[in-house]
């Protein structure tokens, strides 16, 4: 079994690099926020948008900075659904006022000067993407009126009305064309300047992660292969996804990849690889014989039965022993990705127990 493992870690570490080096810079409560209002309101699921705004304002954004989200966000996603959001934010406000609560207002935006225009927002542009805008070419040669309106309405109207940063107006436009089908070349050109405001491609993969109810897993996976630099499609597991994970056994979303089946290595049940996405889980369970998980992407928990949960990232090494009951899985706000290696004792490697309640998993990620 040592060897079995040793084997399976090295191959790993190949594979990744140095794993135990890695840190996980999060978005904060504010753009956590800001990247769920953008993405629910260019999918124009206001139920969940709804929460959202109220979210947001317990966090800490102000009524005019919620306004600017979704004011910024006709220019991405059309007048419809920045309208309906809109209109929604205007009820949850007018419910709060009549619960009592007193949202601050925030700053004003600011007026933007009518004359240069173009040129103010041809620098905002060159800010962004750190280049230089040379003459009109592709389509805004094909079409000079698109982009005179994208550098004099969108970069130099929009973008310097204040109250917002660019970062946290990158971060909005990033959640929305992730939510979006069909923008694929947008995205990869604002994830680019969502970079040079400062934004880690770890907080980027927590906000692809974060909108992936709102986006689908099909957007979500392709979001992550253009942070990646990889062709949308491709598999970024490193030994792929694999199936869907029982709901017997499972909750939330979760895939497994069986990597070495029973009867190839005599009395060893196997190695998977489970990848679990936001949320998901297994159940309380045992082994007979322990097992062992090599952690290689992104960040998870570690629970056993009467314990405080153990927080685990890519390079964490558990060895659960025998009889030991416990779940493991990812955090709310990000994918984890562990292979799993465990041994058969009388036909069978796992004894399931009662699902992690929804109450449970919170206690134990807070």
């Given at each position: 079994m040592k060897g079995i493992v040793l084997l399976v870690l090295g191959l790993v570490s190949l594979g990744t690099g140095n794993l135990r080096s890695q840190t996980m810079e999060k978005l904060d409560s504010r753009q956590h926020s800001i990247v769920l209002i953008a993405a629910n309101t260019a999918t124009g699921n206001l139920d969940v948008l709804k929460t959202a705004?109220?979210?947001?304002?317990?966090?800490?954004?102000?009524?005019?900075?919620?306004?600017?989200?979704?004011?910024?966000?006709?220019?991405?996603?059309?007048?419809?659904?920045?309208?309906?959001?809109?209109?929604?934010?205007?009820?949850?406000?007018?419910?709060?006022?009549?619960?009592?609560?007193?949202?601050?207002?925030?700053?004003?935006?600011?007026?933007?000067?009518?004359?240069?225009?173009?040129?103010?927002?041809?620098?905002?542009?060159?800010?962004?993407?750190?280049?230089?805008?040379?003459?009109?070419a592709g389509v805004y040669a094909f079409a000079p009126g698109i982009e005179s309106f994208l550098k004099e309405h969108l970069f130099a109207d929009i973008f310097h009305r204040g109250v917002l940063s660019h970062s946290d107006r990158e971060l909005a436009t990033v959640a929305a064309l992730t939510a979006m089908p069909g923008v694929e070349p947008m995205l990869q050109s604002h994830i680019s300047m969502c970079r040079n405001t400062g934004v880690s491609d770890s907080q980027l993969r927590q906000l692809i992660e974060t909108v992936r109810p709102a986006a689908g897993i099909a957007r979500a996976e392709n979001a992550l292969k253009i942070l990646e630099g990889e062709a949308p499609g491709r598999s970024d597991a490193m030994f792929g996804k694999g199936?869907?994970?029982?709901?017997?056994?499972?909750?939330?979303?979760?895939?497994?990849?069986?990597?070495?089946?029973?009867?190839?290595?005599?009395?060893?049940?196997?190695?998977?690889?489970?990848?679990?996405?936001?949320?998901?889980?297994?159940?309380?369970?045992?082994?007979?014989?322990g097992q062992v998980l090599l952690c290689t992407e992104g960040e998870g928990y570690y629970q056993e039965r009467g314990k405080a949960a153990q927080r685990l990232t890519a390079g964490s090494v558990v060895n659960i022993p025998a009889g030991v009951e416990h779940w493991h899985g990812a955090a709310p706000d990000s994918r984890f990705v562990h292979v799993a290696i465990s041994n058969m004792k009388d036909g069978s490697n796992a004894t399931w127990t009662t699902p992690v309640t929804d109450s449970e998993y919170k206690e134990a990620t807070k």
């Open positions: 705004l109220n979210e947001g304002l317990e966090s800490g954004l102000t009524i005019n900075e919620i306004k600017e989200v979704l004011i910024q966000m006709y220019a991405y996603c059309g007048f419809p659904r920045s309208l309906q959001g809109l209109t929604t934010f205007m009820q949850v406000v007018d419910e709060r006022k009549a619960a009592g609560i007193t949202d601050p207002v925030g700053e004003e935006p600011r007026a933007v000067p009518t004359e240069g225009k173009y040129e103010l927002g041809r620098a905002t542009l060159g800010e962004l993407t750190k280049a230089e805008s040379g003459a009109p199936d869907i994970g029982s709901g017997a056994y499972f909750a939330g979303e979760v895939q497994v990849q069986p990597l070495v089946m029973p009867d190839e290595i005599e009395n060893l049940y196997g190695i998977a690889q489970v990848t679990f996405f936001p949320g998901g889980r297994t159940n309380w369970h045992t082994h007979p014989l």
